[in-house]
């Protein structure tokens, strides 16, 4: 080694990352990778045995050829940690396909009875694509719900008539009757109307809780869905052109539907609309009372209380909500007399939708 020149020791170290860098390219497994790199970087490496030969040069040589060896280490290291890395992550692809199982095969035994979706979902999700074929887009919202949205953003205070008749379920969570199961769906609507810009054109579907006996009509957790539209110069005619364009698409051509005076807090003028009883077909059961219509939910153009509550000026922007029971528009289109059995999760009836 005494004998080389500095340009003797460059030739040999750019030779050595030469045959480094060639062989790492050719690698396709990490412990040849681990071989390459102890044999030419580990303590008894190619590096290092020109290292130990560094004592027999001139001092000003020997420091001229450390520095060239030095840096042959630091970028061979460079290069081997990029290389394992990419190995390593080839290795775990493979590990992962070889560890794979295909959740696709098919069950061929005659006595195999699937599942049904429950016609409460089926319901939900038709009236999700209805309304998205008609613009809308779809909100949620928590089932968990403060007093204001709850209540007092939709123009309904304290001692309000409207909370008796809802009968909720308060929790015990905070100050007394400040935090309840939802009783409606219209919580939504606040929170879509304090987090975006008008215009809105919405729906929000979901469970809700009231402390109601069950009957043919009634359960105490039952499911919604509203729909909210704000924007400019929103008319009663727009509100009444899409709850009929609703009731086709979901019901078909022959169900009537009407909509006639109602009161809501947080819309005004209000309306009911209701149906044609789809067990008696108009005749009169008990499913409708013997009237033979069936309310389906309510609507009405939004009272400028509400507009205030959530900070939006009702002298710019107007819009109409509405409101009605999944569980109750399902009862109506398969003409099931008594709403109770959506709760029974009985195969033998789910199998019939």
């Known amino acids: 080694m005494s004998q080389l020149s500095l340009q003797e020791i460059i030739d040999i170290v750019e030779k050595l990352k030469k045959h480094f860098r060639s062989s790492l390219e050719n690698l396709d497994d990490v412990d040849h990778a681990k071989a ?6 580990s303590k008894k490496g190619s590096i290092a045995s020109l290292n130990r030969q560094l004592g027999s040069l001139d001092q000003e040589l020997r420091q001229s050829a450390g520095a060239v060896i030095n840096q042959a280490r630091a970028e061979l290291s460079a290069d081997y940690e990029k290389a394992l890395s990419k190995l390593l992550v080839q290795a775990r692809i493979k590990e992962l396909e070889s560890e794979k ?41 928590p089932e968990v719900e403060t007093d204001w949205y709850n209540f007092e953003a939709l123009n309904i205070p ?15 969570h905070g100050q007394p009757e400040s935090m309840l199961l939802r009783t409606h769906t219209s919580p939504v609507q606040i929170r879509v109307m304090t987090s975006q810009q008008p215009p809105i054109y919405a729906v929000m579907p979901g469970r809700v809780y009231r ?25 009663f005619a727009n509100l009444a052109g899409t709850i009929e364009t609703f009731t086709k698409a979901i019901f078909g051509p022959n169900i009537v539907s009407r909509l006639r005076p109602g ?12 149906v044609t009883c789809a067990i008696c077909e108009g005749a009169g059961c008990r499913t ?16 400028p209380n509400v507009f205030g509550a959530v900070g939006l000026d009702p002298e710019v ?24 059995v959506l709760l029974d999760n009985d195969v033998r009836f789910l199998r019939q939708f």
């Open 158 to 172: 304290p001692y309000h008539p409207a909370r008796a008749g809802q009968d909720s379920f308060y929790l015990k």
């Open 36 to 41: 390459l790199e102890s044999e030419t970087l």
């Open 263 to 274: 009161f809501f807090p947080f819309t005004e003028p209000s309306a009911e609309f209701e």
């Open 288 to 303: 409708c009372s013997g009237t033979g219509w069936i309310e389906l939910g309510g609507c009405g153009m939004i009272d």
């Open 101 to 141: 199982l295909d959740l696709s095969e098919t069950v061929f035994d005659s006595s195999f009875r699937s599942g049904r979706t429950h016609l409460i979902t089926r319901t939900r999700q038709e009236l999700e694509d209805i309304f998205i074929g008609m613009g809308f887009t779809v909100e949620e919202g």
């Open 317 to 340: 922007w107007n819009g109409f909500a509405f409101g009605f029971g999944i569980d109750r528009l399902a009862q109506m289109r398969y003409a099931i007399s008594d709403m109770r």
């Open 211 to 235: 402390r109601d006996t069950a009957d043919a009509r009634h359960t105490p957790a039952f499911h919604q869905i509203e729909g909210l539209v704000v924007d400019k110069g929103i008319t």
